[in-house]
């Protein structure tokens, strides 16, 4: 009866093998996109690219089932490029010639995959120094890795001492940090107080009103985290300023629909007097009407401002430097206006093509 149970797992090994073999299992059907970003970022050609995926299909195939014949002895398994085959290790050595007969490159390893899987987790649940960057399971490596900034690596001792054997320490440059998007119609904080709206991301940050912050001003973002300082500022006369942003903050084409798909900028070809337009802003989210006139001068208490756009769309406080728009056109920030959104109101804008030009920068577009 035992032998009768073994040949049956034998023969279903051997038919799950002819299943995941490179020749056996259907070529992936990649979208156009795909193959272009493989060709530009990989260094392959378009045949290279669908050969590669064929390749990559075959050994996830394939390594569901040597994970299986492994058992405890998988040591982890990794796809390589250069030779297009499933690379197996496995603390078992006799179990690597069968390994090769299912297609895999076969590997004898000191550990088990179980074995690191449960070292990281003893380190996931222990506190780290400032001076450690991550840890990871290194399959090709057959240990934890555990990264510290250069220099540093005495700093990781608790941690090599609490996974044991697994660990590996290598220093490294890198510092990771978050990496957040600038976003039309989104909240920014100025100086830890005051609240207002990103108006459209250019390169190295985003335009906004003029009267929110003054040259110097520390802006937070939605977060509260540091994003940035206002780089430039012109209130009253006119209502425009632009904010550098910080390394951890990447500006980008969209603008918050509040409630929608985000929107994406596409330019910033200004629309007609009667043109439908929308407005994005942190207090009343997304609205929309008609523009009504151009460079109007409104006499704020502050101060006159001039070359402004007139609407019937609402707003209200803390929607000021919001994003305006027609279509997926970027047409300007917003300043101020009368009434609010619950009754109805005028909202005046001032045009962004305006800002781009006096600070000289550039839109960011999708």
Not at 24 to 37: I, M, N, R, T
Not at 58 to 66: D, S, Y
Not at 139 to 148: L, Q
Request: one cysteine or more.
């Amino acid at each position: 009866m035992k032998r009768m149970a073994v040949a049956a797992v034998a023969v279903l090994t051997g038919a799950l093998a002819a299943t995941a073999s490179p020749v056996a299992v259907a070529a992936p059907q990649p979208s156009a996109e795909l193959l272009a970003a493989m060709q530009r970022d990989l260094g392959l050609d378009a045949g290279q690219a669908v050969e590669r995926l064929r390749r990559e299909s075959a050994a996830a195939a394939l390594q569901r089932v040597v994970e299986g014949f492994a058992g405890e002895s998988f040591g982890g398994a990794w796809f390589d490029a250069s030779s297009g085959k499933l690379v197996v290790g496995v603390t078992d050595a006799r179990k690597t010639d069968r390994l090769r007969q299912l297609g895999a490159e076969p590997r004898t390893v000191a550990h088990r995959a179980s074995d690191l899987d449960a070292a990281k987790a003893e380190l996931d649940a222990s506190p780290a120094p400032a001076e450690v960057t991550g840890w990871y399971v290194d399959t090709k490596a057959n240990a934890v890795t555990i990264t510290v900034r250069r220099g540093q690596a005495e700093a990781a001792k608790p941690l090599v001492e609490k996974a044991g054997a697994v660990a590996k320490v290598v220093e490294t440059d890198e510092a990771p940090r978050l990496f957040k998007d600038i976003r039309g119609g989104d909240a920014y904080y100025i100086n830890n107080a005051g609240r207002c709206s990103v108006g459209f991301a250019v390169r190295g940050g985003f335009v906004t009103a003029g009267h929110c912050g003054a040259q110097g001003d520390a802006v937070a973002g939605a977060d509260r985290t540091a994003l940035g300082a206002f780089e430039g500022s012109s209130f009253p006369g006119n209502d425009y300023g632009w904010v550098r942003a910080n390394s951890s903050w990447t500006p980008t084409a969209k603008v918050n629909h509040y409630g929608g798909a985000d929107l994406v900028v596409s330019g910033n070809t200004e629309s007609a007097v009667g043109a439908s337009i929308c407005r994005s802003g942190s207090t009343t989210g997304w609205h929309c009407g008609e523009v009504q006139a151009k460079a109007q001068t409104v006499n704020y208490q502050e101060g006159a401002v001039s070359g402004l756009t007139r609407t019937n769309v609402c707003a209200e406080p803390g929607d000021s430097g919001g994003s305006w728009v027609s279509g997926t056109q970027a047409q300007g920030v917003t300043s101020g206006g009368s009434g609010n959104c619950t009754s109805g109101g005028t909202t005046y804008f001032q045009p962004v093509n305006e800002i781009l030009s006096a600070y000289n920068l550039t839109l960011v577009t999708g």
